[in-house]
Each structure stands twice: as C-alpha cells, then as structure tokens.
C-alpha cells in the first residue's frame, strides 16, 4: 500500500491567482495521477505524472492550465493557474502501489485539497 | 472509452442489515480489473474492494463482498451488517492493462446508515 498526503487540505483564493498542491508519498512510485472531483460528482483524470518526463493531461485539460511538476519518486506538484470560481473542486492525488506483495498495482489516494475560488 | 454506471445515486439501509449497489459496466476487452472505492465525508478515497476478470470466483473482503458477472458486465458490492461507519459515496472503477492503466469511475452511489 501507500500513505499520500496533500498539502494545502484546503484554501480559498481570489479569481486570477494561482495555487500550488503538494503531493507526498512515503514510498517510491512510478506513475503519479492528479484528479479533479467537482462537487458532487466523481473524479475527473487531470494528468499522469511519470518522474522524468512530461506529464500527460487528459482531454479538456492544458499544461498551461494545470503545470506538473515531479522532481521525484515520491513527489509531485499541480498548479492551478490563473484560477476562476469554475475550478473550485477538491484535487486528489494518486498513486499506483501493490495491493500487497507479489500483486498488481492498486491506486490509492491522498486526502485532497478543497479549493474554492471567490 | 471505457463507461462505468451506477444506477443508485443514493441507496439507505438500516444499520445490521444488507445492502446491494449496483456498477455496471462497458467494454471489449476481456482483461481488466474492478474496483470499489468509498470516500467519507473527510474526502479521503479507500479501497474497499478489487476484482481481477480473470479471477471467477467472487472477491470477499470481511463483510464486503462483490457479485462480478463477467458476461453480464455486472460488478455489484453487498454490504453485510451493515454499520454507521459505512456510510459514505460508494465509487465503483474500471481499470484497464491497455490503455495507460487508467482508471474510468463512475459517478458514484450515495449510501446513508440509518440507526
């Protein structure tokens, strides 16, 4: 398995600014994955995040938008820019792990960041 | 792409008893993997449960367990003895080897314990 936290949990920011979401894991994955969860709907993939390279975003969603970065094994940031009350949402970050030893991987998630923007 | 539909935007059950929500699902392929995932009010998505589809025998973890259908494309999850812990939106998820190993969800079953 693999423990993920999220920081900020939750912030509340003014239309144009931007805000940066820290992802932490405590152990060493691959493939990291930024969510988008609108309120009361489920979860929208925003970008997979492989340490190393670029990230890859989903449809409807721009690096310009919504800049990656994963410097790490265990890290990761999203950026959402130039913000609009649209992009109030909460973010979760994911990661793949084993379920337990010897099977495939398993997606688990942090916390989230509760976004809203005035 | 790979659809996943829950029918029961919101289900109830009394506390002790059982309860049924209902994910099915769309696709060509024949490997794939399932999964149920339940998200407290505290935001923090849990596994609850996976089915591999080359697996025909039914995942069981304590008292969840999944009705997989493969034919059927059917993927339920009962809850037994049903406690006020469980209370939660219930998420089910397709995951596929071919395409990225992206998860596609669905849009999730709203389940209220009543005392």
């Known amino acids: 398995s693999a423990v993920i936290s999220q920081k900020p949990s939750r912030d509340i920011c003014q239309r144009g600014t931007s805000l940066t979401i820290q992802c932490q894991v405590d152990s060493q994955v691959t493939m990291m994955f930024w969510y988008r969860q609108q309120p009361g709907q489920s979860l929208t993939l925003i970008a997979t995040?492989?340490?190393?390279?670029?990230?890859?975003?989903e449809s409807g969603f721009v690096i310009d938008k919504f800049p990656i970065s994963r410097p790490n094994l265990t890290f990761s940031t999203l950026t959402v820019s130039n913000m609009s009350p649209e992009d109030s949402s909460i973010y979760l970050c994911?990661?793949?792990?084993?379920?337990?030893?010897?099977?495939?991987?398993?997606?688990?998630f942090g916390p989230g960041t509760r976004l809203t923007v005035l | 792409a790979q659809t996943v539909t829950q029918s029961q935007p919101e289900m109830s059950v009394q506390e002790a008893e059982t309860v049924t929500l209902s994910c099915t699902y769309d696709?060509?392929?024949?490997?794939?993997?399932l999964f149920w995932y339940k998200q407290p009010p505290s935001r923090q998505m849990i596994l609850v449960i996976r089915?591999?589809?080359?697996?025909?025998q039914n995942a069981t973890e304590n008292r969840f367990s999944v009705n997989f259908q493969k034919a059927a494309k059917s993927f339920s999850l009962k809850i037994s003895d049903s406690q006020l812990g469980d209370a939660a939106m219930y998420f089910c998820a397709y995951r596929s080897p071919h395409t990225g190993n992206q998860f596609y969800f669905g849009t999730g079953t709203s389940l209220t314990v009543i005392p």
């Open positions: 994911s990661v793949d792990a084993p379920l337990d030893e010897g099977s495939t991987d398993t997606q688990y």
């Open positions: 696709t060509s392929e024949s490997d794939y993997y």
């Open positions: 995040a492989n340490q190393g390279s670029e990230a890859t975003y």
């Open positions: 089915q591999e589809a080359y697996k025909q």
